[in-house]
């Protein structure tokens, strides 16, 4: 059986990871959407798709599953978007996400979805994190390794403090 999680992932978060331990016990190969993917460069989406395909695929690795990352680009239509999705990803039986919408699009189109609980939102949330490190917090141990890394890499933490200081487009 092959699962499909989506999200916009910025960054990929231990929530997000927690999520995919569970998701990789239930399935045999997972699809990772990386949502929005032809933003970037915001404070609500600082990292490109690219980046984020760097984070989750480095982050993967750890479990025993043959994962595909793959980027999902917005449209203005939410009544063809499962069929956008379908036709970016290898085919999968069941859909994993805990965004209102997402599952109403998927059941709609009659996909099984899964949901899963939300682990330690008050700190796991992107919004959250986004903040910290425009704000220079502590958000280093709330990600995977990986991650941290390919932030540093990037520049990913002068880059959403400097679009944050002419971005005031949401959170
Ligand atoms: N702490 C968490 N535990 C479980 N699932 C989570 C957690 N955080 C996010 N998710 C789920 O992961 C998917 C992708 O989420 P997303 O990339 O939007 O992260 P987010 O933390 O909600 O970020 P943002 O604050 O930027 O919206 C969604 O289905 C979301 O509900
Ligand atoms: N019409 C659309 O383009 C459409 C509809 C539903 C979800 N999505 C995307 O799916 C992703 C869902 O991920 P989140 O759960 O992280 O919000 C987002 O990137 C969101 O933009 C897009």
């Known amino acids: 059986m092959r699962g499909f999680y989506i999200g916009r992932f910025q960054p990929y978060h231990d929530g997000h990871h927690r999520m995919v331990r569970e998701i990789v016990s ?46 999902i680009e917005d449209l203005d239509r939410n009544s063809v978007w499962v069929s956008h999705v379908q036709s970016m990803s290898p085919s999968f039986d069941v859909a994993y996400s805990n965004n209102p919408l997402v599952i109403q699009l998927f059941e709609e189109a009659g996909v099984e979805v899964r949901q899963s609980p939300m682990f330690n939102r008050d700190v796991l949330e992107g919004t959250e994190l986004r903040e910290r490190m425009i704000e220079g917090g502590d958000w280093r141990h709330l990600v995977p390794d990986p991650v ?24």
Do not use: W
Not at 35 to 56: C, I, K, L, Q, Y
Not at 148 to 167: A, H, K, L
């Open 148 to 171: 941290v890394e390919v932030i540093r890499e990037v520049g990913g933490i002068e880059r959403i403090q400097r679009v944050s200081e002419t971005d005031t487009n949401g959170a």
């Open 26 to 71: 239930e399935v045999d190969e997972l699809v990772l959407g990386i949502g929005s993917a032809g933003h970037s460069h915001s404070r609500r989406n600082p990292f490109t798709a690219g980046e984020r395909v760097m984070m989750v695929t480095k982050s993967v690795a750890e479990f025993d599953c043959t994962s595909y990352v793959v980027p």
